[in-house]
């Protein structure tokens, strides 16, 4: 406010002023320069060509002036472009894109930016359940990723991939039954695929990653190769050694925030898989998302949150039926909380729809 009456005060001398023929030097230049100062903190102008033009056009200038943005206060107008092509759905996969299988649409949808936390009892299926939703959303949308797994050898990995693109076995015999295995030429195809639709983040030597090297090597798939999507599994393998002032709460807490950061600033989909602590009372159901060591921030921070659980009492229902449980759902436009059933066939790892009765009559 002093400087506003200081600069009144100046301006509204005669130009006369500014040729120091009144009062001293000394105190014009003083004024002139605390104009100066005011004017290019306040609107960034160049003063000095003002200041030759003369007082009255730096009158005008200054009234009729649009304030100089504050950094980081805005308005939602700052905003009407994104809101509107959300709303006009400019950006098709602003409202998540489809898992492809139909009744996990209605409750799951991937949103870019978004992060989904996968659990499940060991075994359960959930890294295989999360390649093949992968491939699905290459068939659909022709998205890369970026892959983080470190349970996975590389080769194992591909044959799993591969299996579930080309839909036939790896190899002959057991598991594939009388599934005809896959051919040289379908082999050399599928390799070209994989190559051109995934990348690896794996640490070289013996030592564990941690998830600042992980998300910076993300970024840089991102940004050189746009995936769309990070698979971080599992979360438990990571190094997680942290600062001795902070409690393993406060470093779950941090992490994930980091990931989400990551996650919204890239519109890169983020699946981190955590195997839940040791159950102590597991009779067969599936696990809680309250299960995951480290617990309640990973609820609390993730957008969405999937159980994945396999059948195993033959007594049960049948052996090949995948239960995948939608436990939270943050954003009401990519889904809801419910359960979708699907089937595992053994020789592709593939995961199918469930024919509806009617369609099967
Ligand atoms: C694999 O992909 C990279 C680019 O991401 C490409 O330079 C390279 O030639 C590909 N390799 C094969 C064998 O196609
Ligand atoms: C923990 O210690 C580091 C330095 O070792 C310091 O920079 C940081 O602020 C401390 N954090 C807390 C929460 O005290």
Not at 61 to 83: C, H, M, S, T
Not at 226 to 235: A, C, F, K, S, T
Not at 268 to 288: D, I, K, S
Request: aromatic content about 12%; charged content about 25%; some cysteine.
């Amino acid at each position: 406010m002093h400087l506003l009456l200081e600069l009144q005060l100046i301006l509204s001398l005669p130009a006369q002023c500014f040729l120091l023929n009144s009062h001293s030097i000394h105190h014009l230049i003083f004024y002139f320069e605390i104009t100066v100062a005011f004017l290019e903190i306040s609107y960034n102008l160049p003063v000095q060509v003002l200041m030759y033009m003369g007082p009255d056009v730096l009158k005008e200038v200054i009234e009729n002036a649009e304030l100089y943005p504050i950094r980081g206060l805005f308005k939602f107008q700052d905003y009407f472009d994104e809101i509107n092509a959300y709303y006009h759905r400019t950006y098709k996969h602003d409202c998540g894109v489809k898992t492809g299988w139909r009744d996990l649409d209605e409750l799951y949808n991937v949103v870019p930016g978004e992060l989904t936390i996968v659990t499940g009892v060991p075994n359960s299926g959930k890294s295989e359940w999360i390649d093949a939703l992968l491939c699905n959303l290459y068939e659909g949308y022709g998205w890369k990723f970026a892959l983080c797994s470190m349970e996975n050898k590389v080769r194992e990995h591909a044959r799993k991939l591969l299996e579930k693109h080309i839909q036939k076995p790896f190899f002959d015999g057991r598991y594939g039954g009388p599934a005809e295995r896959m051919s040289v030429e379908e082999f050399e195809q599928g390799k070209q695929w994989l190559n051109d639709t995934f990348h690896l983040i794996r640490c070289e030597d013996d030592s564990l990653p941690n998830i600042k090297w992980v998300l910076d090597l993300a970024r840089a798939a991102v940004l050189r190769h746009g995936v769309r999507g990070l698979v971080i599994d599992p979360y438990n393998e990571l190094d997680h050694q942290r600062p001795a002032n902070q409690t393993e709460t406060e470093y779950v807490s941090q992490m994930l925030t980091n990931v989400k950061r990551f996650a919204q600033h890239h519109a890169c989909h983020v699946w981190f898989v955590a195997h839940p602590r040791q159950l102590h009372h597991w009779v067969g159901g599936p696990p809680n998302l309250y299960d995951i060591s480290g617990s309640a921030h990973f609820i609390n921070k993730c957008d969405n949150g999937i159980v994945i659980h396999r059948n195993r009492d033959p007594e049960a229902g049948e052996l090949d039926r995948v239960q995948v449980c939608v436990r939270k759902v943050r954003n009401k436009v990519a889904g809801t909380i419910g359960d979708a059933y699907l089937l595992y066939n053994r020789a592709t790892g593939r995961y199918m729809d469930i024919p509806k009765t009617n369609e099967a009559e």
